[in-house]
């Protein structure tokens, strides 16, 4: 979705900001736009629809030195995708450039008003009334900081603005349920503003992630180059703040052809540090923590890839330590007035923790006193900081809109949490019990990276077929499910997730032999699952089995027939085919020759409902 970045220092701000930009197309967008103060004191603007390719091109042949700039990348909400449309907002004679995320809901009784008192609208956005309102406020004699105080106390709904004033030279940024994240470099003198701290890396040394509420000034040349406040204009501490490497680079692919490919390799490196982490390492802490609340239920809300794990680890739940567990996407729970109780315990599962339905289902569970756990990628996010508890998965930065290690991650993290649940506690027999099985889970899904090529030379027999089903039973359904949606996304082809038994209540109408059905089949419940084969098979399906090694009637019926072999992983499993099925939809996209870091219409994010 929208992604905002802002530069103040020495460098010249345009190519910062324009690189943060480049860094945030992972997030999805439709146009692109900066404006800066340029060395002869004037606010300029350029914006162009499409690519941010567009707006660098259009920005070549300019001599730029700009010492302080904003830009922006807009995902069309209110208003067409074209030039006008896009972000930076500007009032050239008052110096003044604004962009915005996230969505005004109270826009249309806000543009009435401010047409009446005689401000001109350039655009159809809803983000310009907010440039309205400080055109109102500083025509009525308030000094910048204050105009932007008292724009923001008129908005409804969540969002995220930066606003650049010739002037001074400074930027003011404030948010409302929308992600935004300050960082400083001390060294250079130089401070910036983002709606996503990857843009930052390897910049800044020092990331602030204020509270909803707070007015960040940055300005240039002082001791003080980011001071907060709050809305009554006295200085604000809330914020937390962290230190960040300087020579971690996320933004590189290194060998790999694209980012969801290195981040599908990186899943057995992060697998094996995960119990280090949480048994002697940061995490401990945490983890004692999550298994003192109180749990008589267990609510897990989240959404898309994020609750699928959470599917995974309501088996954990509820075959291992028999607690009841509901799982439930966010965009439906937060409507539905759930049965909540106090003693009940409410998890959420997020890579990015900004997911706005994750995050207004967890306001609501916090609403009735119910404590609140994350199971989240994204220290110091919107869902890091309101829950009671996190788990952070440690799966680094992950730029693929494609969720892979995350799911990875998420499961393990609940995993740990149920085993330490269910031995009463931590301790080292537990922790070496965990760390062998996370360590062949590792090993075998190293072994079956090494088999990629053959997972390849299935896609290219396979890609041109008409719709995909992905079959499972227990505890592969959930893996089915997000093997589909992994394929959905990132190849554009219709494919859908079915429990094994279900097709035959009606999809099994579609099967012919342009459909294919991806049969994921374990060792429990094996024969079931391979009568549902034959039902398709029956019906001229093409038949892709991913399923345990040396197994002759699977060698019969598939087309195609993946061996694995699941010796020792036993509730792991899932997540060991799960890469079978990462690596399928990487190929078959591949094959088709779509944008598969960038599908289209996904954004990485999903910051509005
Ligand atoms: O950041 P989150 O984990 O909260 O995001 C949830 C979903 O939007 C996300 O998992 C989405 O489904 C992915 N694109 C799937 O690959």
Redesign the pocket.
Known sequence: MCGIVGHLGPQNSVDVVLEGLKRLEYRGYDSAGVSFISSDNNLKIYKKKGKIQNLIDELADKEIHARSSIGHTRWATHGGVTDNNAHPHVCEDMGIAMVHNGIIENAGELREFLIGEGVKFKSETDSETFLGLLIYNVKQGKEIKEAVIESFKKIEGFSAFVVLNKETSEIFSIKNGAPLVCGMNEVNSEVLVSSDPYALAGIANKIYFPEDQVLCHLSAGNANLLNFYELDGSKSTRYISKSQSMDHNPAEKGEFEHFMLKEIYEQPELIRSLTQFYFQGEGKESLEQAVDLPRTNLHVT?????YYAGLVIKDFFEQINRIPCRPEVASEFRYRDPILNKDDLALF???????AD?LAAQELCKKTGMKTLSIVNTEGSTLFRDCNVNLLIRAGMEIG???TK?FTQQVLTGRTLSAVIANGGMDDNLKNSLATKYSLLAERIEELLERSDEIRTVAGEIYRKQGFFYTGRGVYFPIALEGA??LK?IAYVHAEGYAAGELKHGPIALIDEEKVNVALVGPELYEKTVSNIQEIKARKGIIVVVGPQGKKDLEEIADYYIPINFDGLEELSPLYINVVNQLLAYHIAKFLGTDIDKPRN?A???TVE
């Open positions: 989240a959404c898309g890839t994020a599962i997020s890579q990015s923790g900004e997911t994750t809109v494609a969720s995350a949606l992994k996304e996904l990485k994010s999903v």
